[in-house]
């Protein structure tokens, strides 16, 4: 596609619900990047993929995050039992290559609320 | 770990003044640096970047130099417009690891 695709735009969800979250990325990056971004706050840095790969899964904030990628396309990021404090926009970006040569394009964001 | 640490806002300036938000790095390798901007409603995309010491990425009359001595990064503009009026994010990305970090973000507002 032109450009990063993320669905849904909004999501509102009850507390302890699952949500899927997901990231179409641009068509042949093979770098992909999670972040959270809360009202008020920075970008938190959540997983990043090179390919199928997720080399570094440090910055889930907890067991209830997991994100996958498959076909080194498009990835899911999933928040079992949702809390409150999940509320925030998610944001997916990718880049061809390394950041550090190639520029990361960021989608739109998913808009989550918990209630 | 890698990271950025940025000026914290929001900052607001008049048509016309001059621009500094500080930005400084700590890292373990050897970073390239960014500057991102998010503008009202739309989605982050990158203002400019370097990727070796004394680098100096420009765009739309922003500028940052990449200074190694002083793990900085600093952006500056010489005339700020009403029309950047955003919040900016300093990256980071360290080769070895191949993802970005960002800082906490600081919003620009600039009054006509």
């Known amino acids: 596609g032109a450009g990063v695709s993320q669905s849904p735009s909004n999501k509102v969800t009850e507390k302890g619900k699952d949500v899927e979250l997901r990231c179409d990325p641009i068509s042949g990056h093979t770098a992909l990047y999670w972040y959270r971004q809360s009202l008020g706050q920075g970008l938190e840095f959540l997983i990043y993929f090179q390919g199928n790969s997720a080399p570094d899964k440090s910055g889930l904030p907890s067991d209830r995050f997991s994100a996958e990628r498959t076909g080194g396309s498009v990835s899911t990021l999933t928040i079992q039992r949702t809390q409150q404090e999940d509320s925030a926009v998610y944001l997916c970006?990718?880049?061809?290559?390394?950041?550090?040569?190639?520029?990361?394009?960021f989608g739109q964001g998913t808009r989550l609320t918990v209630v | 770990g890698d990271s950025v640490t940025q000026m914290e806002g929001p900052v607001t300036l008049s048509e016309e003044a001059f621009l500094t938000i500080n930005c400084t790095y700590t890292a373990t390798g050897y970073p390239s640096l960014f500057w991102y901007v998010q503008y009202p409603g739309e989605g982050l995309q990158l203002l400019l970047k370097a990727t070796k010491a004394d680098d100096k990425g420009s765009n739309k009359g922003f500028e940052a130099t990449y200074r190694k001595e002083t793990t900085s990064f600093h952006l500056e503009k010489g005339s700020v417009q009403v029309s950047d009026s955003a919040v900016y994010f300093c990256?980071?990305?360290?080769?070895?690891?191949?993802?970005?970090?960002f800082g906490a973000g600081t919003r620009l507002t600039v009054k006509p």
């Open positions: 970006a990718s880049s061809l290559d390394s950041p550090g040569l190639t520029e990361a394009f």
């Open positions: 990256a980071l990305s360290v080769s070895n690891n191949n993802d970005m970090r």
